[in-house]
C-alpha cells in the first residue's frame, strides 16, 4: 500500500493514535469533522470534474472546428486545382480552335488565289481580243478608204466615159447605185466593229473591278491570319506557363491532411478522456443508491482527480461497481483496523446516506426528464402554447416547468451533450439520410454487373439502416381471425352510450342556467331517462319541453367527462389472444417485441370482413387490379399533369433521422423518451418539388451509387459527400402567402447547416380533373372505397376533403407522419404506390388509454392528445407496457387503420401514398364516434363527423342495419337529436318573442337529402365555429350560417338572424316511431 506522508494527513494520524481512546463528545466531534470533511471533498471533487469535463468538452469543439476549418481548406484546395485543369483544359481547346481557324483561312487564301489567277488569264484574253479588234477596224477603214478613192476615180472615169461614148445615162444610175451600196455596207461594218471594242471595254473594266475585290478580300485574311497566329501564341504561352508551375496544391492538401490526423488523434484521447469522466460519474451514480458503498465511493473519487489528496487515506483501492466486486475491495484494504473504521461510518452516517440517496435518485429522474443547461438555452422557444397548435402545425414539448428544476439541481450528466451538438445532430443526419438514399436507389435498380466486393459494401449500407422489430403474419384464405368483441371494450361502450334507463335524479343540478343564450350542442354520452325500446316520438318532444320549463333535460344526462378522458382502456386478454393466433398461423411464436399485425390477400372477402371488424389495424397484399383498382393511374407524371404543374404543394420540413431518434432541427440533446415534434409546413410549386425530390435521386443518389460500386473502399467517404450534396440541394425554404405566420417565425430559427427533407402532405385528388384516380379508388370493396355504399360517411352526402376524398402524400426517404389518431376514430385506408417502402407504428385500440396518459406524462401537460404533434419513442411504449405493431408497408400494400388505433408512419424511401377515411356501418364504429364527439366538446372543440345527420339519413333511407346494438345505437341518438331539437325550438320561440328572429320553414321530408350553401354541402356548419347544425339551422343577413353560440360570443345583433328549419318535429318524431329495434 502506497502510504501519504503523515504530514498531509492529520485527521488520518488522529486516527491512528487509537479511536478508542477518545471520549463519547471527542468521537462525535470527530466523526462530525469527518462527516464535513467528506462532503467539502465531495463538492470539490465534483467541481474539478466538472470544470475538467466542461474544459474536455470545449476543447472537443475546438477540435472539431479546426477539422471543420482543415476539412474546408482541402475542399478549396481541390477546388482550385480542378479550376487550374479546367484553365489548362479551356487553353488548350482554344490553341486547338486557333490552328483549325488557321487551316480554315490558308484554304481561303489559296480559293481567292487561284479566283486571282482566273481573273488575270481572263483579262488577258480580253486585251488580245481588243487589241485584235482594234487592229481590224484599223484595216477595214485602210481598205474603205481605198475603196472610196477607187470609187471617186471610177466616178470620173465613168463621166468621161459617159461623155465620149454617150452611153446609156440609166446604166450610170446603176453603176451609181452599187457604189453607193458598197459605201453603207462598209459603215455598217465599221460600227459593228466599235459595239465590240466597246463590249471587251466594258467586260475588262468589270475583271478589273473583280481583280480589286479579291486582292481585298486576300489583305483581310493575311490580316487575320497574322491576328491568330498572335492569340495562338499568347495561349501557347499562359499554358505553358501554366504547366511550368509546380503542382503546390498537392503538397499543400497533404499538409492539411496530416494536420487533420493529428487533429483526430486529439479527439479521440479527449474523447476517451469525457468518457473516463463521465463512466466514472456514473459509477458513483451507482454506489449512491447502495448504502455500502458510500465510503468506499468517497476514497474512489480521489482516483479520477489526481491532484487531489484524500484525508481518507489509501488511493489505491479500486472501483466498487457492484455486489460482486465488493469482496474484491475487502481482499485490497487488508486493514481491520480500517474495516471497522468504514462499519463504523456506516453505521453512523445514516441520515447522510438517506440524503445522498435521496439526491441521486432525483439526479437520475432529471437525467431522464429534465433538460441539460444547453437545452435550456435552446430550449426557450418552446413553450407551453404549443400544445395548443394543431397536428400539422409547428409544435414542441414543455421543457418551461422542468427549467426551474433544473436551476435548482446542478447537472450531472454532460456526456449526453458531447454527440449531440446541433450541428452533430445534421451531420449524423445527412449520413442517415445518405444511406436511406443509397437503400431506395438499390431497390429501384439493384446493382448491375457489380463485383462481390462492390455488392457488399452496398449489402452493408442498406443493413446499416435496416429497421429491426417489424412484424406481419399472412392469413390465409378461409381462416378466421379471432373474434373480440370490439377490443374487449363493448360492454364499456355500451354502458357510455346506450345504457339502460335510470331514474333522474330529483335534484339534478341544471346545466342550462348559463345557456340562456344558446343551447349546448348535442352530446351522446352519459344517463338515459327514457327507454329507448318502447318511448315514442311524441313522449321524447314532450319530456324535452320540461327543459324550457325547468332547465332540467328530462331525456338524458349529462355527458360523462372523466370516463372518455383518453378515450377507452382495455386490457391484455385480446392481443393474448391473438398472439396466440398469429403462433398458430405463422407456425412459430412471435417472441418479437412488436405485436404481429395481420396481412390477407385481396381476394380474400371473409377474411376482410373478420379483420373490419376485430383488427386494429391490417394489411391487404397487392392490391393493384384489386377489382380494376389501378396504381398506374397515380403515376407521378400523370399526377402533376392533372395538377397542372404550377399548383402549389404543402411541404413539411423535418430532420431524416431513424425511427429511434426524434430530434428538433435546433434541438441540442436527445432524450430517450422525447416525444414533442418540432417540424413546420411550407408551400411550394408542385413542379419544383418534383423536379428536387427527381434530381436527389436520380442524379445526386445515382453517381454515389455508382462510385461505391466502383470503389467501394472509398464507401464512407462517398457516403458523407452525398449526403453533404444532398443537403445543399435540399429545397431551399420557400416563402409563400399560403405559409402561417408560425411557419415563418419557424424557419428564422432553422441553422444554415440544418438538413431538412421535403414531404408533401394532403395533396386533394378531387374535382373533375382527378376523375380517373376517383374512379380507381372506387373500384375498391364498399367497405374500403372512398365512396363505397359502405360507408356511413356517404350517407352526409357531402364531399369533407381529408375524410371521404381521396389525399395523396409525396415521400422522400425519412418522412414522418407524427403521431395521430383519425377524426372521430374512424378507420382509415393508406395504400402505398411505391416504389419505397413505409414503416408503420400503431397502439391497439384497448391500449390507447395508457398510451394516451404516457404522451400526457412525458410532456406534462393535460391537454388533449388530439391537439399535440409528438412522436412517440418505441422502447419507452414496450417499458411502459403499451402494447406496439411495427410493420413495413411495402408498394402495392393497403393499410387498414382501425378503429381507436393510435398510429405514426415513416418512409423508407421515395414513396407516393393516397388515404382517406371510411366510417363502418357498425355498432363499435357509430358508438365511438358519438364519443369522440363528446371528446372534442370536452376540448371544446368540434367534431368534423355530422353524427346526427348520418343517423337521421340512414333511418329515412331505410337503408338495412342488421346488427341488433347498432339499431338499437341509432335509437338513442335519434331520440337524444329529437329531445335536443325540441329545446332548440323552445329556444328559438322564446327569442322571438323579444327579438325579431325569423323562422323559415322548409318543411323538407322523405328521402330528400337537405342541401345548404354551395351545391354538395349538404350538411350545415357554423362559418365561425364549424360546429355541425342539424334541422335548425340560423343565418345572419349576410346569409351565412351561423350558430347561436358565435351570435352570442361575437354580439352579433340577434334581430337580423334568420332561422331555417327543415323538417317539422312531429315528421322527425314519426321517422323516430317507424324505425323499430326489433325487426
Ligand atoms: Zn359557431
Given at each position: 500500500m502506497n502510504t501519504p506522508e503523515a504530514s498531509t494527513n492529520c485527521l488520518k494520524r488522529s486516527n491512528e493514535d487509537s479511536v478508542d481512546s477518545l471520549s463519547g463528545f471527542e468521537k462525535k466531534k470527530l466523526k462530525d469533522e469527518i462527516k464535513a470533511r467528506k462532503k467539502d471533498m465531495e463538492v470539490i471533487t465534483k467541481q474539478l470534474k466538472d470544470n475538467q469535463l466542461q474544459q474536455l468538452i470545449e476543447n472537443l469543439d475546438l477540435y472539431q472546428n479546426r477539422k471543420n476549418c482543415i476539412d474546408a481548406q482541402i475542399k478549396l484546395l481541390a477546388n482550385k486545382q480542378k479550376n487550374r485543369m479546367l484553365e489548362k483544359e479551356m487553353l488548350q481547346l482554344k490553341i486547338q480552335n486557333f490552328q483549325s481557324k488557321k487551316q480554315q483561312y490558308a484554304i481561303d487564301v489559296k480559293i481567292v488565289d487561284c479566283k486571282g489567277e482566273d481573273l488575270r488569264s481572263k483579262i488577258n484574253k480580253l486585251n488580245e481580243k481588243e487589241t485584235d479588234l482594234k487592229l481590224k477596224k484599223k484595216q477595214k477603214m485602210r481598205h474603205f478608204h481605198n475603196d472610196k478613192s477607187l470609187t471617186e476615180e471610177h466616178d470620173h472615169e465613168y463621166a468621161d466615159l459617159i461623155t465620149e461614148h454617150n452611153v446609156d445615162t440609166k446604166s450610170v444610175e446603176r453603176m451609181k447605185k452599187e457604189v453607193e451600196a458598197k459605201k453603207e455596207a462598209h459603215d455598217a461594218y465599221i460600227l459593228a466593229m466599235a459595239a465590240k471594242l466597246n463590249l471587251v471595254e466594258a467586260q475588262l473594266h468589270g475583271l478589273f473591278g473583280k481583280q480589286e475585290e479579291n486582292d481585298t478580300l486576300r489583305g483581310i485574311i493575311t490580316q487575320k491570319q497574322e491576328e491568330l497566329k498572335a492569340q495562338e501564341g499568347a495561349a501557347k504561352k499562359l499554358l505553358e506557363n501554366l504547366e511550368r508551375q509546380p503542382d503546390q496544391f498537392a503538397a499543400e492538401t497533404l499538409e492539411l491532411k496530416n494536420k487533420k490526423g493529428k487533429i483526430d488523434e486529439d479527439i479521440e484521447s479527449t474523447k476517451l478522456a469525457i468518457e473516463k469522466i463521465t463512466s466514472e460519474d456514473e459509477n458513483d451514480e451507482n454506489e449512491g443508491l447502495d448504502e455500502k458503498d458510500i465510503e468506499v465511493k468517497v476514497v474512489t473519487q480521489n482516483a479520477s482527480v489526481p491532484n487531489f489528496t484524500n484525508d481518507f487515506d489509501d488511493p489505491e483501492i479500486p472501483f466498487v461497481l457492484s455486489d460482486g466486486s465488493e469482496d474484491k475491495s475487502d481482499e485490497n484494504h487488508g486493514q481491520e483496523n480500517h474495516r471497522n473504521q468504514e462499519a463504523s461510518f456506516s453505521d453512523d452516517l445514516d441520515d447522510l446516506e438517506i440524503q445522498i440517496v435521496a439526491s441521486a435518485e432525483l439526479i437520475n429522474n432529471d437525467d431522464e426528464e429534465a433538460p441539460n443547461r444547453e437545452e435550456q438555452e435552446d430550449g426557450d422557444v418552446n413553450n407551453d402554447d404549443a400544445d395548443e397548435t394543431l397536428a400539422d402545425e409547428p409544435c414542441c414539448s414543455n421543457q418551461s416547468s422542468k427549467k426551474a428544476e433544473c436551476k435548482k439541481k446542478p447537472k450531472r450528466k454532460p456526456k449526453a451533450k458531447v454527440h449531440t451538438k446541433p450541428?452533430?445532430?445534421?451531420?449524423?443526419?445527412?449520413?442517415?439520410?445518405?444511406?436511406?438514399?443509397?437503400?431506395?436507389?438499390?431497390?429501384?435498380?439493384?446493382?448491375?454487373?457489380?463485383?462481390?466486393?462492390?455488392?457488399?459494401?452496398?449489402?452493408?449500407?442498406?443493413?446499416?439502416?435496416?429497421?429491426?422489430?417489424?412484424?406481419?403474419?399472412?392469413?390465409?384464405?378461409?381462416?378466421?381471425?379471432?373474434?373480440?368483441?370490439?377490443?374487449?371494450?363493448?360492454?364499456?361502450?355500451?354502458?357510455?352510450?346506450?345504457?339502460?334507463?335510470?331514474?333522474?335524479?330529483?335534484?339534478?343540478?341544471?346545466?342550462?342556467?348559463?345557456?340562456?343564450?344558446?343551447?349546448?350542442?348535442?352530446?351522446?354520452?352519459?344517463?338515459?331517462?327514457?327507454?329507448?325500446?318502447?318511448?315514442?316520438?311524441?313522449?321524447?318532444?314532450?319530456?324535452?319541453?320540461?327543459?324550457?320549463?325547468?332547465?332540467?333535460?328530462?331525456?338524458f344526462g349529462p355527458p360523462e367527462k372523466e370516463k372518455i378522458r383518453h378515450v377507452l382502456e382495455g386490457d391484455s386478454r385480446v392481443v393474448e389472444a391473438e398472439k396466440t393466433f398469429f403462433e398458430q398461423q405463422s407456425l412459430h411464436s412471435t417472441n418479437g417485441r412488436s405485436h404481429p399485425v395481420p396481412m390477407i390477400s385481396k381476394n380474400n372477402e371473409e377474411g376482410l370482413k373478420h379483420l373490419l371488424a376485430n383488427a386494429s389495424i391490417f394489411m391487404v397484399d397487392d392490391v393493384d387490379e384489386w377489382n380494376g383498382f389501378d396504381v398506374e393511374a397515380f403515376d407521378l407524371d400523370k399526377i402533376s399533369e392533372v395538377l397542372k404543374s404550377d399548383s402549389t404543394v404543402q411541404v413539411?420540413?423535418?430532420?431524416?433521422?431513424?425511427?429511434?431518434?426524434?430530434?428538433?432541427?435546433?434541438?441540442?440533446?436527445?432524450?430517450?423518451?422525447?416525444?414533442?415534434?418540432?417540424?413546420?409546413?411550407?408551400?411550394?410549386?408542385?413542379?419544383?418539388?418534383?423536379?428536387?425530390?427527381?434530381?436527389?435521386?436520380?442524379?445526386?443518389?445515382?453517381?454515389?451509387?455508382?462510385?461505391?460500386?466502383?470503389?467501394?473502399?472509398?464507401?464512407?467517404?462517398?457516403?458523407?459527400?452525398?449526403?453533404?450534396?444532398?443537403?445543399?440541394?435540399q429545397l431551399p425554404l420557400g416563402d409563400h402567402e399560403k405559409d402561417t405566420k408560425d411557419a415563418k417565425a419557424m424557419k428564422e430559427t432553422v441553422p444554415k447547416y440544418a438538413n431538412l427533407l421535403s414531404f408533401g402532405t394532403n395533396v386533394d385528388l378531387s374535382g373533375h380533373a382527378t376523375k380517373e384516380q376517383e374512379k380507381s379508388c372506387g373500384k375498391l370493396p364498399d367497405s374500403l372505397a372512398p365512396t363505397g355504399r359502405g360507408s356511413l360517411l356517404n350517407f352526409a352526402?357531402?364531399?369533407?376533403?381529408?375524410?371521404?376524398?381521396?389525399?395523396?402524400?409525396?415521400?422522400?426517404?425519412?418522412?414522418?407522419?407524427?403521431?395521430?389518431?383519425?377524426?372521430?376514430?374512424?378507420?382509415?385506408?393508406?395504400?402505398?404506390?411505391?416504389?419505397?417502402?413505409?414503416?408503420?407504428?400503431?397502439?391497439?385500440?384497448?391500449?390507447?388509454?395508457?398510451?394516451?396518459?404516457?404522451?400526457?406524462?412525458?410532456?406534462?401537460?393535460?391537454?388533449?392528445?388530439?391537439?399535440?404533434?409528438?412522436?412517440?419513442?418505441?422502447?419507452?411504449?414496450?417499458?411502459?407496457?403499451?402494447?406496439?405493431?411495427?410493420?413495413?408497408?411495402?408498394?402495392?400494400?393497403?393499410?387498414?387503420?382501425?378503429?381507436?388505433?393510435?398510429?405514426?408512419?415513416?418512409?423508407?424511401?421515395?414513396?407516393?401514398?393516397?388515404?382517406?377515411?371510411?366510417?363502418?356501418?357498425?355498432?363499435?364504429?357509430?358508438?365511438?364516434?358519438?364519443?369522440?364527439?363528446?371528446?372534442?366538446?370536452?376540448?371544446?372543440?368540434?367534431?368534423?363527423?355530422?353524427?346526427?345527420?348520418?343517423?337521421?339519413?340512414?333511418?329515412?333511407?331505410?337503408?338495412?342495419?342488421?346488427?341488433?346494438?347498432?339499431?338499437?345505437?341509432?335509437?338513442?341518438?335519434?331520440?337524444?337529436?329529437?329531445?335536443?331539437?325540441?329545446?332548440?325550438?323552445?329556444?328559438?320561440?322564446k327569442k322571438m318573442e323579444s327579438n325579431n328572429v325569423k323562422l323559415l320553414s322548409k318543411k323538407k321530408t322523405g328521402l330528400n337529402p337537405m342541401k345548404f350553401g354551395i351545391d354538395k354541402d349538404a350538411v350545415a356548419r357554423c362559418s365561425n365555429c364549424a360546429q355541425v347544425l342539424f334541422n335548425f339551422v340560423p343565418t345572419n343577413k349576410e346569409n351565412m350560417i351561423i350558430c347561436f353560440k358565435c351570435i352570442d360570443e361575437l354580439s352579433i345583433d340577434i334581430n337580423k338572424i334568420k332561422v331555417v328549419q327543415c323538417y317539422e318535429l312531429d315528421y322527425l318524431a314519426s321517422v323516430f316511431d317507424g324505425f323499430q329495434i326489433e325487426q
Open positions: 450541428q452533430q445532430i445534421h451531420k449524423n443526419s445527412e449520413l442517415y439520410n445518405a444511406k436511406l438514399h443509397i437503400k431506395a436507389y438499390f431497390e429501384e435498380f439493384g446493382y448491375t454487373e457489380a463485383s462481390d466486393v462492390a455488392k457488399q459494401a452496398v449489402d452493408d449500407v442498406i443493413e446499416s439502416v435496416k429497421e429491426k422489430n417489424c412484424s406481419v403474419v399472412k392469413i390465409d384464405q378461409g381462416v378466421s381471425f379471432p373474434e373480440n368483441n370490439c377490443r374487449g371494450l363493448k360492454d364499456q361502450l355500451i354502458q357510455l352510450i346506450m345504457a339502460p334507463k335510470v331514474e333522474r335524479p330529483k335534484s339534478s343540478a341544471s346545466s342550462s342556467k348559463d345557456s340562456s343564450n344558446y343551447v349546448h350542442p348535442l352530446t351522446y354520452t352519459g344517463d338515459l331517462y327514457l327507454d329507448v325500446n318502447t318511448v315514442t316520438g311524441q313522449d321524447v318532444l314532450e319530456s324535452a319541453a320540461e327543459f324550457m320549463k325547468t332547465g332540467n333535460n328530462h331525456v413539411i420540413r423535418q430532420i431524416p433521422q431513424p425511427t429511434t431518434t426524434n430530434f428538433n432541427f435546433i434541438s441540442t440533446e436527445q432524450k430517450s423518451n422525447e416525444i414533442g415534434v418540432y417540424h413546420f409546413t411550407e408551400h411550394h410549386k408542385l413542379e419544383d418539388f418534383l423536379e428536387n425530390h427527381k434530381i436527389c435521386i436520380q442524379v445526386l443518389t445515382k453517381d454515389a451509387y455508382n462510385e461505391i460500386l466502383n470503389n467501394p473502399g472509398n464507401k464512407d467517404e462517398i457516403l458523407l459527400t452525398l449526403g453533404a450534396e444532398l443537403r445543399k440541394n352526402f357531402e364531399k369533407i376533403p381529408g375524410l371521404n376524398e381521396i389525399q395523396m402524400y409525396l415521400k422522400p426517404p425519412a418522412a414522418r407522419t407524427t403521431g395521430h389518431f383519425e377524426s372521430n376514430s374512424l378507420g382509415s385506408i393508406n395504400i402505398n404506390l411505391g416504389p419505397g417502402d413505409c414503416i408503420w407504428f400503431s397502439v391497439p385500440a384497448e391500449y390507447s388509454q395508457s398510451f394516451a396518459q404516457m404522451l400526457n406524462r412525458q410532456r406534462r401537460t393535460k391537454k388533449s392528445v388530439f391537439s399535440q404533434t409528438w412522436w412517440p419513442n418505441e422502447e419507452e411504449c414496450i417499458k411502459q407496457g403499451i402494447v406496439v405493431q411495427k410493420f413495413a408497408q411495402r408498394p402495392g400494400q393497403l393499410v387498414y387503420v382501425g378503429i381507436g388505433t393510435y398510429h405514426w408512419v415513416q418512409s423508407e424511401g421515395y414513396t407516393a401514398n393516397v388515404s382517406w377515411n371510411v366510417m363502418q356501418p357498425s355498432f363499435h364504429q357509430m358508438a365511438v364516434t358519438a364519443i369522440m364527439n363528446d371528446q372534442y366538446l370536452a376540448y371544446k372543440n368540434y367534431s368534423i363527423v355530422p353524427i346526427e345527420y348520418i343517423s337521421w339519413n340512414v333511418v329515412m333511407s331505410l337503408e338495412p342495419v342488421e346488427e341488433k346494438e347498432f339499431r338499437q345505437l341509432l335509437k338513442a341518438i335519434l331520440m337524444r337529436s329529437l329531445a335536443h331539437l325540441q329545446a332548440t325550438l323552445d329556444f328559438l320561440n
